[in-house]
């Protein structure tokens, strides 16, 4: 016997159809990109405004957060590499996420990547620091471990996709020598974009991220080892820090079989222990796990204010508030004002003044004081300690020129 469904029956099950193919649309959007949402939200901008606010100020001022041993990654893992992982995201991303310190361990060592032809001694990123050898294999190490051309390749994706950023890229130089070959994969995936050490040396106290930039490059590079007896190598690379401090924690099990790490190396770094590092005057904290949803990232946030800057009504120009941190306010309020001495001293205006009218106000100060604000954490916590129970005082930070991009001093 034919069985015919009543009407009804048949819109119900269009309708269901319909639904069902909805949820398949649906299901089939390209996945969130949780990264992208980080740099979106208050944190994410509060961080890229803090490092457009320290672009004139010396390296060795700046609070800089960054990743250790960037390339050792879950991300690359398999059951023959990276096994003992420190961090979770690619190289790539840990950049959008805002490390501005990256770590790339360079080691000459055993590769089997691509046919048998291809076996051999090559340029790997390894998690080894074991310094034993078994043949042309670095203890540790695998044969498999990604090459450095890979992991130079995401640093100069990210450069390029973001033209005024700096980074501080450390190469652990492991490479017994082999220092054309690395320069060979430098020029080759990051031709261009390095600031030239013109021979060997520590980080200059007054380097600024602006010099770099005015220069066309975007990457100090520091390589280890002494200075290259490679003539271009230690043109470009400088060797050593100098007055650049960091600290770095690690995680790994590794980390627990000997003294492999020296002074700055600590079990685990929590969101208090940067505020603190950073308030201390500490310039440059290297992260394991280096995520965006911890809170460590929004822990190295010391100037504005949870929601701010927020441009209500127009506002363009900044202030700190009674509680140290940051707002964005009308240009024209009345405030006292922010200045600094040639000795780098804070001092208050006697008198309340718009914000274009602030520079002038420091001036009756005396002793060559101008308007000024603060560039660091510490630098901050200075200052809202010479206000003296004054609420709110101008900064000499603004967006005024282009809406979102803060420039200070």
């Not at 804070?346 to 008198?351: C, L, V």
């Amino acid at each position: 016997m034919k069985i015919i469904k009543p009407l009804s029956s048949v819109i119900a099950l269009a309708l269901g159809l319909t639904v069902s193919m909805s949820s398949l649309a649906m299901s089939a959007k390209p996945p969130a990109d949780p990264i992208a949402d980080f740099q979106n939200s208050w944190a994410g901008k509060a961080l890229a405004h803090q490092r457009s606010l320290d672009k004139k100020s010396p390296l060795i001022d700046n609070n800089i957060l960054g990743s250790h041993n960037t390339y050792n990654s879950k991300v690359y893992q398999n059951v023959f590499r990276y096994i003992d992982p420190q961090q979770k995201h690619s190289i790539y991303d840990q950049l959008r996420i805002g490390a501005r310190f990256i770590e790339l361990d360079a080691h000459w060592t055993a590769q089997t990547h691509g046919s048998p032809f291809n076996w051999g001694p090559g340029l790997l990123l390894c998690h080894s620091g074991i310094g034993a050898t078994m043949g042309d294999l670095h203890v540790g190490c695998s044969l498999t471990d990604r090459f450095v051309a890979e992991g130079m390749a995401e640093v100069s994706q990210f450069l390029t996709e973001n033209p005024e950023e700096v980074i501080i890229l450390y190469i652990e130089d492991h490479t017994d020598g082999r220092h054309q070959e690395l320069l060979n994969v430098l020029n080759d995936k990051l031709g261009g974009k390095i600031y030239a050490s013109n021979g060997c040396g520590n980080i200059p106290d007054q380097l600024t991220k602006a010099q770099v930039r005015a220069a066309g490059k975007q990457i100090v590079l520091w390589k280890d080892g002494g200075c290259s007896e490679h003539s271009a190598m230690s043109q470009l690379a400088f060797t050593g820090l100098g007055n650049v401090d960091r600290i770095w924690e690690d995680q790994t099990i590794i980390g627990t079989l000997g003294d492999f790490f020296t002074n700055g190396s600590v079990d685990k770094i929590t969101p208090a222990d940067i505020e603190q590092v950073f308030k201390n005057g500490g310039n440059i904290v290297n992260l394991d796990y280096l995520t965006y949803d911890d809170g460590r990232m929004a822990a190295g946030i010391w100037s504005w204010d949870v929601n701010e800057p927020n441009n209500h009504n127009n506002q363009d120009c900044a202030v700190q508030k009674a509680n140290g941190r940051w707002d964005d306010a009308g240009c024209a309020a009345l405030k006292h004002v922010a200045c600094r001495d040639q000795n780098g001293h804070w001092a208050i205006s006697r008198s309340k003044v718009t914000w274009l009218l602030a520079p002038a106000a420091c001036e009756t100060l005396g002793s060559g004081h101008s308007f000024s604000t603060p560039t660091n954490s510490q630098d901050n916590a200075a200052l809202s300690a010479a206000k003296a129970g004054i609420e709110n005082v101008w900064l000499n930070a603004s967006d005024r020129n282009i809406e979102g991009q803060w420039l200070a001093n």
